[in-house]
């Protein structure tokens, strides 16, 4: 029988791949298909439309119902720009006791641990099944896992719960924010900056919209919550990219902000969009017609990722708790796969080494006790399993 590598090696191996989400995840996902083949598990692939990327689910154990879906992104956020001391494809252990590498916490650390697993998976006589449940493009709005989760859950019988692997320090996290992801595309009419009153400035209608969106922030931030414990405890708005224009001395024909909102657990995750919609077609489109009648906005939604309600988790984080020896549950601002899968209706918590502030930064690492930790956490969800 094929021996398993340590998770500490399985974790070097996988961060050699360059899964930057622009890139395709092919060659991480068919190293872990073959890996698995060694060890006699069928994959299922779950290809995007353009064949470039896939999620890939697997089961070990009985074909029945009550199973744990183990959870993770193979895709990295990109190193371009970062100060890094290290080569970011290469696992690197420093004496400090932390293995450092690209995606080493977010969150190829809990895949690793995973796949290093599978011959004790195997070995246990499992009563219930464990399956394996990785996708793409995670880190660009959960846009793999929506097929992935949908062909899982088609196919399996109906799991117990499922266990998102990505970074919190392997403390059970059962609430977590929505968010959505919008593209505003302001188009306006060129002229000579001279003459601004023969053309319309997609730019500065684009500024008048952030300066909205400010504005909205600001009114959100008023109805902060105490019920849940994430900071800043309030919806948050972020215009991550700005583009367009052509010279300093033309109008703008076109402008692009790349948005975004996160809404806390149970706060509607449609109000901010929805508003939007509202002040674009009411105020700010007008103005902008009133000026010149072919100036268009539109409004298109990037990506959403649903939110995470604690009540709706307790039981997969009573049996998380369990397996982590911990004895209270968190709640996160940043979004994740969990709630794709809460929203089938499986009870859904995250869990994983690393912590998240070392997440998309340079020098990203997974401390060495981290993996020890998910390790354990592993063997002790596979005694459960043979129960
Ligand atoms: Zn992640």
Redesign the pocket.
Known sequence: MTTAPSSIEMLKRLVAFDTTSRHSNLDLIHYIRDYLGDFGIESTLVPNAEGTKANLFATIGPRQEGGIVLSG?TDVVPVDGQPWETDPWTLTEKPDGNLYGRGTC??KGFIAACLSHVPAFQKARLKVPLHFAFSYD??IGCLGAPALVEKLVGAVPRPQAVIVG??TMMGVVNAQNAGGGIIATFTGVEAHSSMTHLGVSAIHFAGDFIHWLNELQVELAQRKRTDIDTVPGHTTINVGIVTGGTAGNILARECTLNWGYRTLPGDDPWEVQRRAEQYVAELLLPKMKAKHPDARIELKRRSFVPGLLPQENEEAAKLALQWTGGNRTYAVPYG?EAGIFRGHGIPTVICGPGDISQ?HQPNEFVAKAQMDACDAFLDKMTGWATK
């Open positions: 992104h977010d969150m995670e880190e990505e970074p994740t997440a």
